[in-house]
Structures are given as structure tokens and as C-alpha cells.
């Protein structure tokens, strides 16, 4: 059996599209039948939870009976994928509480699947997050994320700089999500639906809509695009992992 | 399905291939047989199209996504109303890489539409491989060669293979340039000409014209029983 899978979708900076990755990967995972569930810690708001609200609840990550909601029912709950859109500024404090409940030490074992997306701006701000998250993730499957929100080239130009943020972490991985026409981004806004719903010509509550066929062509062709980095990735290889067995677990 | 529901785009590459006079022997062709048409100028100096069209023909811009969707929303919109699209040679790269990029083709299928792009064959390298590769990177529209006889004898037609079911050489004769005067100068309709005899056209001009009109509207009544037919047969395949 699969074992529980946590994704933590985060930044410490602000506007650098958290929200975005979150509800492509929830599509992602959708699209490959693998159910899943999702905590918007952007409480009480919620924007992960205006576009998937079926599977979507609005947590206050810093409160200990939303951290028991979201930790304590990992093995009980039917979607063995749970896909947390940490709030800005959170991202840190987050992990250090997952370490203080032995989240981390869990994974570690390899009794849940752990993976980190963190989020980055183009701002030498954002990179510097890398670090000081780096010392807290230990094991978990860390995907540095390239939000390509405009023209950016997160310092490819200048080896140094490039090297010496995206080199820190051995083993992390790099994601690149393209830039999505303002547009398209605008009119999915608006109709607050999942990405695919939006595709698909589809409302909230699955109805035929009638959004631009342009715009929903742009999007498709994003978030082809955006797939294909989780593919290349090998995201769905990651849910499948089996629960290693108990000895092992005891022994680590 | 029937020609009334085909999108219908004009294209090439190069310049005075004769794209706009194929554009409006098209729209005239709907026109002639009572049909629904509107037609889209994708040209840098557009204006041709409409000034012979008027209530037919508008302006397209495909520069930004606020153009591209005026014209492609347009295109797929299952209205019953057959479209043209002129697509200048300016707009000819920028036009199959968006429509390639939203899956025009595809979503035109989807919604029983039947897209066909006439390509007006020369014998330059440019013209001949961005037709190959039409075929990849528009795979679910039907390419039509059509050979201008104007711009000389097609040596060159077996660079230009039809691709697929449907699709076949179309010959576009020449127009005389005695009967080019009246033809070039608006508002001139083809769809007119071989019924209404125009005042300022003498009787023998406007019998060859008329008798040029027919040979050109024969050949796009075949191209279209072929495109049809084309659809039929696919549509028995799938249903079998």
C-alpha cells in the first residue's frame, strides 16, 4: 500500500504564485486518479479553497488542533495525497513545527512521503530563503520552484549568484513553471474553477461555461507545460512509494 | 457536415501568390449558393478583402491575445456560418504558431467543424517546407494545394503532395488581365458575375468572365464534395 504523501507548498516571500503550484499540482494529481486532499493555511480567507473547494479546507497552521487536523489523520483519511498551500512568511515556521511534532523524523524513517515546494521569486530575497530552509527539510524531497511570473531569469546569467543558491541543497530538484498569459491568468481568476474545469469548458459545479477558446487554449498549453515538469520529475513515482516495512522503520 | 460549417484559411508565406483573389472567390462562392459567410483579413495593409466584401469581410489581428481571440473565438463558433480567413504572408508564421499552441484545429473538429488550409503553392524553398510542415504542426487540418496558373506551369506539384483523405490539387485558372480591369476594381462580386450582366462590362468580357467564374467555382464545389466526403468516411470509420 502507498504510503500517506505530504506536499508543502511554500514561500516566505509573498506573490510568487504558492497558490498557483498548489492548484496544478491538486489538477495533476486529479488527472492521474489519485485522491487527493488539500489545507489552505491562508486563514480565514482561503484562496486555494475559492478554486478547489470540494477537497479544500482553510487551516490555521499555527494552532495546534488545525496541526492535529491535518498530521493525525494522514494514515486515516481516504486521500492518501495531502497538498499543504502554506500561507507567505509561514513557510519556516512551518517545518520547524513539523520537526517539534517528529513530522520530519517520520519521513525520515520512511513511514510518509515528504516533499517540499519551495516556491521561488526572482528576487535575490526569495533565493536567500533557500538556505535558511534548507537546514530544516533533512530528508524530504525538496523541489526548488523557478515561478517564471514574468521574464525572469533567476540569475542563470551570473554562474556565481545562480550556483551559489540553487547548488546549497545536494539532492534538490529544480522545477521551472512558465509564465501563464496575463489574460488567461485573469479570466481563470475570475471564474474561479480549476484549471482543468476551465479547459474543459466547465463552471464550479460542472456546467457548461463559456470561456474564451483562446484563453483556455493558452492554458492548456501552460499547464501541459507544467505537467510535463512534474513528469519529468517522476511526481506520481513519489505518491506510489510503498510504507517500508515496520522492522526497518523500528530500526531507524 | 457540409462545406457551410468549414473554416476555410487561405495561406502562404510569400507575397502576390493570389491569396485575397482565392479569399474572395470563396466568400463569393458561399455567397453564391445562399450561404452564411464571414471572412477575416489577416493582411499587414489589410483592407482588399473588405472593400470588395463590405458586409462580409473584417479586419483580423492576431499581434495580441485580445486579436487572437476576436478572430479564433470566432473561427471554432458552431454557427452555421462557413468562414474565410485571408491570412496574409506577414501573419502566415505567427498564425500557425498560435493556432498550433491553442489546438485551434482540434477544438474545430470537436465542434463538427471541418478547418481547411488552402495553400497557394510556389516553387521556393520557404513555401514548400513550411506546407511539409503544416502537417505536423497542424496535423488535424486538411492542407489543399491550390496551383495559381498565373504564376506559371506547376513543375513543382509533386512538392506539394494533398494531404490525406480529401485533400487535393486545386486549380485556380488564369484570369485574363483584360478581365482582371473589372474584376480588381470594387465592388465587383463574383458571386454576381454569372448571373447579372454588369453595365460597364462589355457582353463578350462578361461572357468570359462568367464562363472563368464557373470553372473556378466547379473546382471548389468538387474541392468541397471531396473535403465532405473525406468527413463521412472518417465519421463511418469511427462509428464502425
Redesign the interface.
Known sequence: MAKPAVFLIGADKGGVGKTTVARTLLDYFGAHQTAVRAFDTESPRGTLKRFHPDVTEVVDVTQVADQMKIFDTLGSADAKVTVIDVRAGLLSSTLRALTDIGFIDSAKKGQITFAVFHILGPSIASLQEIAETADIVGDASYFLVKNFINNATFFEWDPATYNSYFRKIRGAMELGVPKL?E??CEQVEVASVPFVNFIGNKNGAGDAANY???????V??WLGNVWNEYDRVKLMDLVAAKQENTARQAAG | MSLRSSVLIVASPRPRVGKTLLARLLVDFQIYNDREVAAFDLNARGGALAQFLPRHAALADIVDVKGQMALFDRLVADDGVAKVVDVGHEAFESFVTVASKIGFAEEARRRRLAPAVLFMTTPDFTSVESYKALAARMPQVTPVPVHNAILGNAQYRDKYPPGGPGSALVQLPILAPALRKFSDRPPFSFAQAPTTAALDIPLEKHLELTHWVRRVFLELREMELRLLLADLQSSLEIRS
Open positions: 498569459n489574460l488567461a474564451s477558446f483562446v484563453l483556455r487554449g493558452y492548456r498549453h
